[in-house]
């Protein structure tokens, strides 16, 4: 049997606003996988904490604050760091397109701006992301 995969919806940063990350987070979870979400103003820290203790195969973050390039390196430096670099980073928010190549040449895996449909990350991780063990 098949261990469902396991997603960290995670909001790093300042901004308060979470609406995409929990409709993220309910899609995932309608679509049958194993989701935890972080909450609001979260460190770099506390989302890579999460990520191992929760034992995740994805980390998915959710930024609108504009730090997006410092947030997911920071992020992927800790995962390195602590030895958790085969979880895949996603993420998504407002991510002005010249980012965007930046960021995946630092590790991030896909990037889902505004208006995508959830059906197209729900996809993207079944044929991208592997559960990491049974």
Partial sequence: MERKLRILVAKPGLDGHDRGAKIIAR???DAGFEVIYTGLHQTPEMVVNAAIQEDVDCVS????S???NHL??????LLKKNGCADKVV???GIIPPDDIPGLKKKGVKAL???GTDTRDVVDWIRKNVKPRRL
């Fill in 66 to 68: 504009g730090a997006h």
């Fill in 61 to 64: 973050l959710s930024i609108l």
């Fill in 112 to 114: 889902f701006t505004p």
């Fill in 90 to 92: 996603i993420g998504g």
């Fill in 72 to 77: 997911f390196a920071e992020v992927l430096r």
């Fill in 27 to 29: 899609a995932l979870r």
